[in-house]
């Protein structure tokens, strides 16, 4: 059990909460959105079909859409509406200073499409394990990594009956990663369940604090690029003990790092589990972007990347 400080209050689940990015980060307007996000999911292809391998899990960005919106539909295009009928969102915390995981309180995640339902039982039910906090509505609100990824579900999701999951993911360290993610690994073996990562990659440049470059990758977009991708092999490879040793090697700046490495985490453990289980393990990453082409130490950028984790 992690140890942490949290309420005993349970959740009343009486508030919605607002789609409070929404006209800054992405537009406001419902229709506009649609047709957004069915221009994006055409441009990498549609949607696939219900023959494709199972897909149980999606890594996908969290910025502004028109940074990193083209990007995430290669990760949503994947998700099959009909074998989904509850969706766990991992997202960073970027602003509230966690050392575990935290749930909504909220009954619904508002969008410009419609709204969508929390599963308040499972979400009850994580809570009594006594490790998880509760969100307050102002953080709830505050946070966008988990946010950014709701109009797409919306999307994909549209006419299917299905709940919600949030989770915001703190500053764990390696031992509390493999904690959430042995948590985690019941509820990724039921087919019925789909996790959604939520990270963006490389955050390079001084108002990132982060300027780390090695010429002989040639220009700095290009050493950004080997950068990422050194660590996406990781997570490719599902190994989770590569991917910590990568981040404190590199210190790349990978936000949903923790989310990513519950993940791995829950997969590993999900191996072990005895019982029926599935007999085999893919990730692959399908599309990777920057929001700029650094050239100069006066740039900056963010890097996006869209994958999916396979089980059969």
Known sequence: MIAMARSSQGANFTLNRAASHAGSWYTSDGYTLNRQLDEWLKQAGGMNSASVPEQRAIVAPHAGYSYSGPTAAYAYRVIVPSNVKRVFILGPSHHYRLQGCALSRTKEYE????????????????????????MSQTTDEDEHSIEMHLPYIAKVMEGCS???????????????????????SK?????????????????WGKRFSYKHYDKRNGTISQ??????????KHIEALDSEGFYQYLRESNNTICGRHPIAVLLNAVESLKALPGDHPSS??????????????????????????GSLTLE
């Open 223 to 232: 050493h950004i690029e080997n950068l990422d991708k050194a660590g996406m």
């Open 111 to 134: 969008t410009p499409l419609y709204n969508l339902k929390l599963d308040t039982s499972l979400i009850e039910e994580l809570h009594s394990t006594g490790n998880f906090e509760w």
């Open 187 to 203: 509820y990724l073996a039921d087919k019925e369940n789909f996790f959604v990562i939520s990270s963006d990659f490389c955050h």
């Open 162 to 184: 299905f709940t919600i999951v949030p989770v915001l993911v703190g500053n764990l360290n390696r031992k509390a990663e493999q904690f959430y993610g042995h948590l985690f």
């Open 281 to 306: 393990y893919a990730f692959e990453f399908l599309h990777y972007a920057q929001s700029n082409q650094c050239t100069s130490q006066n740039d900056s950028s963010v890097s996006y990347a869209a």
